[in-house]
């Protein structure tokens, strides 16, 4: 499959799940364009070491996926965007009633509205161009609850129904909308996750990965980042060009249960 000419925007792609897709798109022949929001040199250094291995054009863009505007401009600022990865996502873990009102707004504006602002910017580009992929990065949580975790999993239930409206309005058109749904991956958002659910549940690290972080996940292994890359660029061939409105689960068996 090749993806030359194409360019990709992956949201929140200077580390974990986004970097993995970038780095797969890539590989297949995408331009690919790398956003967060911390605009530090090792950023750039990564568009840099990605165009290098891949021999594409690889740039990095600063935007804050917790503010429309920002969202709307790194679309702009791209200047093309063929394929629209929405991955830029946080977590909290707390009761919601202890929950804090600040971390929710953010994770449904990260995880969630970030999205809608990012998909209403790309569209006209792609349908200008003829082509199009949106894919969602959701989670295993956009299908399944999971206690402590009430802002993330509203998000992630809203953008796999966002992921179904979208494709729906683009059905007739050469434009694809998918949520990719990840169990647990091994990556910086999930290794946070381990001291607070090691003191909400009293348990050493171990004993919380195999016994409550991979409790669901039936594999027993986490997923990797390349497994989401490969699903990515998948989405993005020709063999997936009717596959729209939908999900696929990276989850080990998770959802299966
Ligand atoms: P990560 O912490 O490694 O990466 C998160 C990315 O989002 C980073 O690049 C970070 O810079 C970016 N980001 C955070 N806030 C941002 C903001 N305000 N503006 C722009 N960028 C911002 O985490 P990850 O595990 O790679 O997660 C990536 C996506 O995958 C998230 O949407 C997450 O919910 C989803 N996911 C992860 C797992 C997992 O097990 N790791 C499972 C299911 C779904």
Known sequence: M?????????????????????????????????????????DHALAAEIADDAGVTARY??????????????IEQA????????????????AIDAFPADKWDAIIA???NSAFHTTAAALPMMRAAGWGRVINVASAHGLRASPF????????????GMTKVVA?????E???????????????????QIPDQMKTHN??????????????????EFATVEQIGGTTAFLCSDAAAQITGTTISVDGGWTAM
């Open 2 to 42: 090749s993806l030359t000419g194409k360019t990709a925007v992956v949201t929140g792609s200077n580390s974990g799940i986004g970097l993995g897709i970038a780095r797969s798109l890539a590989q297949a022949g995408a331009n690919v364009v790398l956003n967060s929001f911390t605009d530090r040199e090792d």
């Open 174 to 192: 050469p434009i694809t909308c998918n949520a990719i749904c990840p169990g647990y991956v091994l990556t910086p958002l999930v290794e946070a």
């Open 61 to 74: 863009i600063r935007a804050d996926m917790s503010k429309g505007e920002d969202c709307r401009a790194l």
């Open 203 to 220: 348990m050493d690290r171990d004993t919380v990965v195999r016994e409550v972080m991979l409790a669901r996940q039936p594999s027993k």
């Open 149 to 160: 975790k009430s802002a993330y999993v509203t998000a992630k239930h809203g953008v796999v």
């Open 110 to 112: 990260i995880n969630m």
């Open 168 to 172: 729906l309005e683009t059905a007739q």
């Open 79 to 94: 200047g093309a965007c063929d394929i629209l990865v929405n991955n830029a996502g946080i977590q909290h873990v707390a």
